[in-house]
């Protein structure tokens, strides 16, 4: 299982950081994805990183201002958001994948195999 922690209420231009907890399987042997969701909106995909932590891909909207990584021997991957906007206000969660990772095809919701339960980010403006 997967559980994702660490949200807040933060002014804008504020920093979070998110954290992905990984139970019950090899942490490692999944690629992990952030995705948020806006309450009437579709999941939109954020960022994600592969098995290793060697690679890594960001949506436009947060590159340069969101960083995604993970510490496999502590079953755990991290949002670390810094220059937070009122348009991040959303409910953050965390996927992991245990296919191939494909930055394009990890864009997509579809492509993950376990879900967490989400934390609300508010950025208060």
């Known amino acids: 299982q997967l559980q994702a922690y660490g949200g807040g209420l933060v002014q804008a231009g504020g920093s979070l950081r998110l954290s992905c907890a990984a139970s019950?399987?090899?942490?490692?042997?999944?690629?992990v994805g952030w995705f948020r969701r806006v309450p009437g909106k579709e999941r939109e995909f954020v960022a994600t990183?592969?098995?290793?932590?060697?690679?890594?891909y960001y949506a436009g909207s947060v590159k340069g201002r969101f960083t995604i990584s993970r510490d496999n021997a502590k079953n755990t991957a991290y949002l670390q958001m810094n220059t937070l906007k009122p348009e991040d206000t959303a409910v953050y969660y965390c996927?992991?994948?245990?296919?191939?990772?494909?930055?394009?095809?990890?864009?997509?919701?579809?492509?993950?195999?376990?879900w967490g339960q989400g934390t609300l980010v508010t950025v208060s403006s």
């Open positions: 019950g399987r090899t942490f490692s042997s999944l690629s």
């Open positions: 996927a992991g994948d245990q296919g191939v990772w494909n930055a394009v095809r990890m864009t997509v919701t579809s492509k993950y195999d376990y």
């Open positions: 990183i592969t098995r290793s932590g060697g690679m890594t």
